[in-house]
């Protein structure tokens, strides 16, 4: 089954399709900040968003066939994502769900940037590894309960944002009202050794350098 990724932002449809449509405003969500040999974020949001992309209304499908549509709810729009069938780019079938994954990632940082920080710019820190990371007392709750942890010697409170099959989103109050996914695939099939990634989006005058320096050397810790 080709799997649909929905998620509901409380924001008009207008606003919600100019974060996909406004390369300024789509690096206030997608992925995170970083700089390579091929151009870095900037060139990536040229490449998915604004590459033999067809639009037609409040649809866009991308060039490797995934489907976004916003459509207008009670109180908001929801964000439809229909990923292209497995086998549709054979290149990248070997990285499909990692892709999946990734859109539930960014979706859910779209509905943060739109009801937390409209046209606000963020600050974001990436880790990945292989390191079993159940044990850093990761919260077990609904979305919108509160919650509390020791991390990193930082205390960190806020809410639940979200939750899937693999991932969990909490705010955070000592980032400015910043967001932090955590993700873990146990090991097996394509990734024998399992897959652990964080993301920090931070806002305001929260120090970006101490915060990566704290979260390096932890993140160095698990292994």
Do not use: C
């Not at 990371?133 to 609904?142: D, E, F, R, V």
């Not at 919650?147 to 980032?175: C, I, M, N």
């Amino acid at each position: 089954m080709t799997p649909k990724i929905v998620v509901t932002v409380a924001a008009p449809v207008d606003t919600v399709w100019n974060a996909l449509r406004d390369k300024e405003k789509i690096r206030h969500w997608h992925g995170w900040e970083y700089e390579g040999a091929e151009g870095g974020l900037d060139d990536e949001i040229n490449q998915i968003y604004f590459t033999d992309v067809v639009e037609d209304g409040t649809t866009l499908t991308l060039g490797n066939g995934d489907v976004f549509a916003v459509e207008p709810i009670e109180g908001g729009a929801r964000i439809t994502l229909t990923r292209a069938p497995l086998g549709a780019d054979p290149d990248w079938d070997a990285y499909y769900d990692d892709v999946t994954e990734g859109w539930i990632t960014f979706l859910h940082q779209l509905r943060f940037a739109l009801e937390r920080h409209p046209g606000e710019p963020r600050h974001t820190l990436f880790y990945s590894g292989t390191a079993p990371i159940a044990g850093l007392g990761i919260p077990k709750q609904p979305t919108g309960a509160p919650y509390e942890l020791e991390l990193f010697g930082q205390r960190l409170k806020g809410e639940v944002w979200y939750t899937s099959d693999h991932q969990t989103g909490l705010t955070v109050d000592a980032w400015g009202n910043g967001l932090l996914i955590l993700s873990y695939i146990l090991p097996g099939g394509q990734k024998p050794d399992g897959a652990s990634m964080a993301i920090l989006s931070a806002y305001g005058d929260t120090d970006r350098d101490e915060l990566h320096a704290r979260w390096q050397s932890g993140w160095d810790q698990l292994g």
